[in-house]
């Protein structure tokens, strides 16, 4: 009986122990940690709304998200307090860089262009990409956004061969195979499951298969199927839904800005008539691209860019604790009246009309639409040009107006989207 009693009470003073151990573990995650970096922060001027236990700033940024969503904002192109209200009101609150909490997750926000400079420009690891979820890896691939380290230099660089200017002239080819890639790809999808782990596992077998033969003789350049795989996934992802923005916003802003759009088409008539757009013409659009830029600076479909500090780290006069996160809002720096002027949320695309250098006066985190430094956007030629023939093409056959249906509410879903479309009026040419 004497054993019996002795092991119960080693058995539960272990429980008790491990329960002890465990509870002291959640502590130390969701209270003490963040209270310290909090402390850390706010000795150093990093200030920001308060840490709350478990949600941490999520739920305030879901009630102003709410708040903001339930408000009209009319034909305003003023829509940072709308896309992100949480951070139009605390760098009103708190100044340029702010902590803010995603959970027991500290995020660094930075407005500050030396301090981005720092970050996105740094080729040391210091500053790497957050570490993806799954769901999202199983989406883009392992491929350029998400990798590090050697494979990313290795994707990167066949990735900047695959997108230069030269290799884009073969675009048309390029957009021939892709159409058929894709239609034979959804023409399949009768095959797939409406699980998606099992639809997302059948697109990889085709993509197995329809990749299969692009293997290099040379043994230095060869990639595996699965980076192959993977890389097809990244670059549907992240340029399919990215382009589609830049163009949504872009018709909404000529439909409602007609005398830009008669002057986008009187440069396009010029160069192309109504022939398809041709490679030494597209790179002759000087308006079109101002008009781009444009909208990318007041609409730009990827709203943040993110690092991660992997070690304790000093970034300008700030030591950083290890694991924070870096966010930079280049939003909020295409909205800055400091940056641009008391006319920052009009619609000027005569700004950029010396190029992107003269329009931020060589501050170039003051225009961020593909990010910046060695992981900038590798698709930025490609997207620009695909605009470019895409807009060109709808200018030579129509005018439009904006329908009195639309409803202007930019919000964020991944990309920055018009909330119900943008529904606009085509008149024939
Ligand atoms: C208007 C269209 C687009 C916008 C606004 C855009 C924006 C961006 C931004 C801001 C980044 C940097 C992300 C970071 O630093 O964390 C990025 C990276 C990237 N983009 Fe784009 N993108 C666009 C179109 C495309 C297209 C068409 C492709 C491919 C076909 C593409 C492929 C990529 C890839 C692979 C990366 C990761 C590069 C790396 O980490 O080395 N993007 N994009």
Redesign the pocket.
Known sequence: MAVVGILVICLSSSLCLYFLLALIRVLHTLWWTPIRIQYQMGSQGIKGPSYRLFNGSTKEILNLKKEAMSRPLGLSHDILSKAQPHIHSWINKYGKNYLQWYGPQPQIVITEPELIKEI?NNRDSTYP?EEVKRYVKKLLGD???TSEGEK?AKM?KL?NYA?HGESLKAIDIRSDFQDSFWEQLLGREEHFSDDDEIGFDNIEKFLYTQVSWHQDANASQKISVQDMVDECK??YF??QE??N??LAWTVFLLAIHTDWQEEARKEVLNLFGHQNPNPDGITKLKTMSMIINES?RLY???LA???KAEREVRLGKLTLPAEVLLFIP?IALHHDPQIWGEDVHLFKPERFSEGVAKATKNNMPAF????MG???????N???T??KITLSMILQRYAFTLSPAYVHSPFQLLTLRPQHGVQVLLHSL
């Not at 961020?368 to 990010?371: R, V």
């Not at 060695?374 to 930025?380: K, T």
């Open positions: 996105l990409k491929g350029l956004v990313w990167r990735a997108f990244t670059f992240a340029g990215t382009t923005s830049l990318l730009p479909p990827v860019i993110i690092r280049n961020l639409p593909f990010g060695p992981r900038n956007c590798v698709g930025f490609f997207a620009t695909e605009a």
